[in-house]
């Protein structure tokens, strides 16, 4: 399984963690079934993000935006497009190699129940 992650800097690796957890749960896989955690080149030295991968025991592969924003995906974001120049992360790091979208983007849940500073989601590898 490869594991698309779109953060806002400075998100603690217990959320990144949370989401990428779920998001396997979600794709009926766990842990051990990922092969690597993929972002925009931009936060490939995010924290919390490098921890996560760490923590699984996984590399963290990185692609620049305009690689990402070459990559179709089914819900595209302006906001990520303003903020790291392509207009999806967690979908299109999980598909850039090719394969099969297992769970599309998930957004973690934040502090009082909203939205969170993580986006999530799982493909198959191609």
Same mark, same amino acid.
């Given at each position: 399984?490869?594991? /698309?992650?779109?953060?806002? $800097? !400075?998100?603690?690796?217990? *959320?990144? &963690? @949370? &989401?990428?957890? #779920?998001? &396997?749960? *979600?794709?009926?896989? /766990?842990?051990?079934?990922?092969?690597?955690?993929?972002?925009?080149?931009?936060? !490939?030295? *995010?924290?919390?993000?490098? #921890?996560?991968? =760490? $923590? &699984?025991?996984?590399?963290?592969?990185?692609?620049?935006? =305009?690689?990402?924003? #070459?990559?179709?995906?089914?819900?595209?974001? %302006?906001?990520?497009? /303003?903020?790291?120049?392509?207009?999806?992360? #967690? %979908?299109?790091?999980?598909?850039? =190699?090719?394969? %099969?979208?297992?769970?599309?983007?998930?957004?973690?849940? /934040?502090? =009082?129940? @909203?939205? @969170?500073?993580?986006?999530? $989601?799982? $493909?198959?590898? @191609?």
């Amino acid at each position: 399984m490869i594991v /698309g992650v779109g953060a806002r $800097a !400075g998100v603690a690796p217990d *959320e990144v &963690l @949370g &989401l990428v957890r #779920a998001v &396997l749960d *979600e794709a009926g896989a /766990g842990a051990g079934d990922v092969v690597a955690l993929v972002t925009v080149d931009v936060k !490939g030295q *995010e924290p919390g993000i490098v #921890a996560a991968a =760490g $923590a &699984l025991g996984v590399p963290l592969v990185t692609y620049d935006a =305009g690689t990402l924003a #070459a990559v179709p995906v089914p819900h595209p974001s %302006e906001g990520a497009r /303003g903020a790291v120049g392509t207009p999806s992360v #967690a %979908e299109a790091a999980a598909l850039v =190699g090719g394969g %099969e979208l297992l769970v599309p983007k998930r957004i973690s849940t /934040g502090a =009082g129940g @909203g939205a @969170g500073r993580v986006t999530c $989601a799982v $493909a198959r590898a @191609g």
